[in-house]
């Protein structure tokens, strides 16, 4: 009985990697969905440790769930090169803004987040099972994009409240995945919230996944993400005035950042 199920598991295993070879398409689906049960399982433990060591909803959990998230990357034969991350060292709460270019930067996330940083994310991520409680347990900060009323009140009571928890916190100013090799123009809302708690801004920047990752080809092999910290670009004395202008800086920067570390040639000068 037991040598039966053990060579129905072992043909189901070679079924499902001759089909993985034969189609990149079900290789994208198995790997993603694979991606997906992982979060969902891991969600639900890391959420048990963290309600039996915090208690509820707090920062300190992001702590465990970066300890989990951290091991992800050997299933999937990711590598991180990272640079810079004494930027992060600086005194006192800050936004840290970063490219956003799949659900698979979660590992990428996790690989350099800093004590005491919580992200800012879509109210949809809620409803996502295990994913959502443990995501509203490390603290994140949900915001309504369909509202940018109800967004702008949440991020000015954020701006608030940093200083007072000594808060870093984590923006996609994108405000949406973006997986073309290049930046989407960014939303103003984490450069209003820096200049509202003038504390400085923090550009972190992930080389193109496009070599391993690209939904549209079913592309998802193996490979390596470069990561930069770059320095902090102070805000103090700015005013809402010159948002428009630390906004553009940021994206220039981050734009030539990126193409770089993906060893592509600059275009930062033709758009932006
Ligand atoms: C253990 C296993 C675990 C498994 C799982 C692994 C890990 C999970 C754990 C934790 C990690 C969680 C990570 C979550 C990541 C979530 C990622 C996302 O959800 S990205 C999408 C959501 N984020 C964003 O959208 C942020 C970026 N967007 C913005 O900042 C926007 O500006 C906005 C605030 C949302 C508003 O957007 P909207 O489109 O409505 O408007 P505009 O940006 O065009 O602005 C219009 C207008 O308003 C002015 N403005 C904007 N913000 C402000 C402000 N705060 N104060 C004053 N004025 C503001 C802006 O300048 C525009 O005016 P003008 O054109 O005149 O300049
Ligand atoms: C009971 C409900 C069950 C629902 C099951 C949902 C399954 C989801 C399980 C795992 C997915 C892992 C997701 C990890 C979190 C990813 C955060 C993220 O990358 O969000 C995307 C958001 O930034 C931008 O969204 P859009 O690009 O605008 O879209």
Known sequence: MELGWLLCGTAVLLLLHVLMELSPAVNFALRIGFYCVLCLVSSALAAAACLLVNGGRTVKNMRIIKAVVKTF???????????????????????????????LDMMGLMEVLPDNCVQVGK???MYTGTVGLIIYLGGVIFINRKSTSSAKMVMAEVAKTMAAENLKVWVYPEGTRNCT???LPFKKGA???????????????????????????????SGKIKVEILPPIETKGL?????????????H???????????RPSEAKDSS
């Open 123 to 125: 109210k949809e991520l």
């Open 239 to 251: 005013t809402s005035d010159d948002v428009t202008d630390l906004t553009d800086r940021c994206f």
């Open 191 to 221: 450069f209003h919230l820096a200049v509202q708690a003038q504390v400085p801004v923090i550009p972190v920047v992930y080389s193109s996944f496009t070599t391993f990752y690209n939904p549209k080809t079913n592309l998802f092999t």
């Open 181 to 183: 090799g290049d930046l």
């Open 73 to 103: 990357k050997y299933f999937f034969g990711l590598r991180f090169e990272v640079k810079g991350l004494e930027n992060f060292e600086v005194e006192g709460p800050a936004i840290i803004v970063s490219n956003h270019q799949s659900i």
């Open 253 to 263: 920067t981050m734009r030539e950042t990126l193409f770089r570390l993906s060893g």
